[in-house]
């Protein structure tokens, strides 16, 4: 259920003030910062779109859609107040030819979904949605036996990054690598991982 306290008041409130730590410095050049803000909004927008497909229960669906927007908070959190962490894991990231998740962990023990979380947690967001951030990147880590939205929002971030990496250059199967194939093997729905991706590519084509 929704925590007591948490409404599109205190949700404003919170982002707001994120908001506020994302203000452009004037040493910047707006022009770039703008196109690149457009091109983060529209990735988590595709984001949340896939997490919606995956599922059937209209609850499930508003709890994963609802996860999948805020997924990245403590990225842009990291980023506004210590990009110095950012900067670490990135280096680690470049020079091991990892994943950003995967370099944050081995340099700081830690990412920056479980700053989102704990961030969110702080509002009162519904602890669904705070779960589903936290382990977005890695699901095993989760208690969910059946797949919800912590295994919608999962498959989604890897599948909304898919067209993106394979324009890049980075093949199928080292795509598919960074889905989490022991959770969806522990869920039940291991196979229909080819019939997701079709339908995003589908659906990205059009």
């Given at each position: 259920?929704?925590?007591?306290?948490?409404?599109?008041?205190?949700?404003?409130?919170?982002?707001e003030?994120?908001?506020?730590?994302?203000?452009?410095?004037?040493?910047?050049?707006?022009?770039?910062?703008?196109?690149?803000?457009?091109?983060?909004?529209?990735?988590?927008?595709?984001?949340?779109?896939?997490?919606?497909?995956?599922?059937?229960?209209?609850?499930?669906?508003?709890?994963?859609?609802?996860?999948?927007?805020?997924?990245?908070?403590?990225r842009?959190?990291?980023?506004?107040?210590?990009?110095?962490?950012?900067?670490?894991?990135?280096?680690?990231?470049?020079?091991?030819?990892?994943?950003?998740?995967?370099?944050?962990?081995?340099?700081?023990?830690?990412?920056?979904?479980?700053?989102?979380?704990?961030?969110?947690?702080?509002?009162?967001?519904?602890?669904a949605?705070?779960?589903?951030?936290?382990?977005?990147?890695?699901?095993?880590?989760?208690?969910?036996?059946?797949?919800?939205?912590?295994?919608?929002l999962?498959?989604?971030?890897?599948?909304?990054?898919?067209?993106?990496?394979?324009?890049?250059?980075?093949?199928?199967?080292?795509?598919?690598?960074?889905?989490?194939?022991?959770?969806?093997?522990r869920?039940?729905?291991?196979?229909?991982?080819?019939?997701?991706?079709?339908?995003?590519a589908?659906?990205?084509?059009?």
């Amino acid at each position: 259920g929704i925590r007591r306290g948490f409404g599109p008041a205190r949700l404003g409130m919170g982002l707001e003030h994120v908001l506020t730590w994302l203000q452009v410095p004037n040493t910047l050049d707006t022009t770039v910062t703008v196109v690149q803000r457009i091109g983060q909004v529209v990735g988590i927008l595709a984001c949340a779109r896939i997490a919606w497909r995956l599922l059937s229960d209209d609850g499930a669906r508003q709890l994963a859609f609802s996860a999948a927007v805020l997924h990245d908070l403590g990225r842009v959190l990291l980023a506004a107040r210590a990009p110095e962490y950012l900067a670490a894991a990135l280096e680690r990231a470049r020079r091991d030819n990892l994943a950003l998740h995967v370099a944050e962990y081995a340099v700081h023990g830690f990412s920056h979904a479980e700053v989102g979380a704990y961030l969110l947690a702080l509002w009162g967001v519904p602890t669904a949605i705070i779960e589903a951030v936290a382990h977005h990147h890695r699901p095993s880590r989760s208690q969910e036996s059946l797949f919800g939205p912590i295994g919608a929002l999962h498959v989604a971030d890897r599948l909304s990054h898919g067209p993106q990496l394979l324009a890049a250059g980075v093949s199928e199967q080292s795509h598919a690598a960074a889905i989490d194939t022991a959770y969806l093997e522990r869920v039940g729905v291991c196979e229909r991982v080819d019939v997701w991706r079709e339908m995003v590519a589908r659906e990205f084509s059009s």
